[in-house]
């Protein structure tokens, strides 16, 4: 071992003091990056770093750039249960949401320059909002609508609005966890407790916020999305019953471009895909026993029945898939 520092002994000092975090004090609820700093946050606290120093909380650091130790300090308790980097610090509380900021000029958070101040008071669920654009997005504390914080230039301050007012239902029985799609379009999944889940098509420029719900055989569990270059590839966590065994899959969403019916079309759930051309479609293992619609040549090529792992086709076909069936609701326009 090396010696860094020597003790300055070994009798009992009074010299002490207590860590804010621990099994008693509790633990942070909510992190973030912004303005240079590591801000994390939990019951009614913020800590932060050293400005550009995220592994530094020196409270002996003195100055502008030295870390913030702050409580909300008004109203009752609320637990902080995320936090959003926008022009300004968010934090969405069991009761608030509250911005953090300088002065009205937003110059950098100091030390002594740091004023938490109530947005709205819709109130958040314990489930981290998401960015998008200069919007933070939040699920508000009944657990079932979706709210749009956005900053109002008039008033200068940060107002809520409600993404879910025309349809109030599409979020029951509750919101689990989201993720944000941004291409082709944008769009907002939000997993819900019975497995199913409600996707928001926005486009805040056109004005335009549609609800989807989805649901296929077995319950989703999860999400989460990861940049594409024409599509963003979104991903469900899905539990589903396969010959009597429950079976957990992580499955992709085809393109869009890939789901309209032409020579490749994978509209099918927890599909298999395969160029080249053949009489059988194999790889089907995690549909043993199951019935699978198949595509083909640009075909709708029927129903079948998966043993071992695979299906025999009725002939040889390009871009064969197979995969769970489902049914999907339609209603045109006026003609």
Known sequence: AEVLTDLGGTSATEVWSEGDWSDLRGWPSAVRFHDGRLFWAGKDKFWSSVTDQFFTFDPLFVGDAGPINRSIGYGPVDTINWLMSLNRLIAGTDGSEVTCRSSSFNEPLTPTNFTPKDSSNQGSASIAAIKIDNKAIFVQRNGQSVYELAFDGGGEEYIAEELTKLVPDIGSPGIVAIAVQRKPDTRLHCVLSDGTCAVMVFDRLENVICWVKVETDGLVQDVCTLPGTTEDAV???????????????????????????????????????????????????????????????????????????????????????AGLSYQASFKSAKL
């Open 235 to 321: 991903y469900y966590e899905v539990k589903r019953t396969i010959g009597g065994v429950d079976a957990y899959y992580t499955e992709k969403w085809a393109l869009e471009s890939e789901a309209r019916g032409a020579a490749i079309s994978k509209v099918a759930d927890s599909f298999v895909y395969a160029a080249a051309s053949a009489a059988t479609i194999t790889g089907l293992g995690h549909l043993e026993g199951e019935t699978v619609v198949a595509w083909g040549g640009g075909l709708d090529l029927g129903t079948f029945t998966v043993s071992g792992g695979s299906i025999t086709l009725p002939a040889a076909y390009t871009h064969r898939c």
